[in-house]
Nanobody, 120 residues
Framework: QVQLVESGGGLVQPGGSLKLSCVAS????????MGWYRQVPGKQREMVAR???????DYADSIKGRFTISSDKARNAVYLQMNMLQPEDTSLYYC??????????????WGQGTQVTVSS
């Protein structure tokens, strides 16, 4: 089992910055995808940014150029630096880890969510 602990959410003014952190513990395998998703009431959960097991980085079009995802594989951690935050970025942000075991079984884990609110 994998546990994901998130931190860094809060209230900021438009144009401000926040940095989200997510640290995984437990049965984390060697290779995995890890990233951030967000969801607001009445909307589908959407991918914000992720680092894949193939070494690629994916970003949602809405945040390209403003958010940067980074990882620390030694600590099984990912970070999301969010700059130039806008009210539209207000959401509950979830950390996600997806992995395949050495025998090909899929595992998908989610954090509890951390709230980001952008308001003047």
């Amino acid at each position: 089992q994998v546990q994901l602990v998130e931190s860094g959410g809060g209230l900021v003014q438009p144009g401000g910055s926040l940095k989200l952190s997510c640290v995984a513990s437990g049965s984390v395998f060697t290779t995995y995808d890890m990233g951030w998703y967000r969801q607001v009431p009445g909307k589908q959960r959407e991918m914000v940014a992720r680092v894949t097991r193939k070494g690629t980085t994916d970003y949602a079009d809405s945040i390209k150029g403003r958010f940067t995802i980074s990882s620390d594989k030694a600590r099984n951690a990912v970070y999301l630096q969010m700059n130039m935050l806008q009210p539209e970025d207000t959401s509950l942000y979830y950390c996600n880890l997806y992995q395949l075991s050495p025998v090909g079984k899929e595992f998908d884990f989610w954090g509890q969510g951390t709230q980001v609110t952008v308001s003047s």
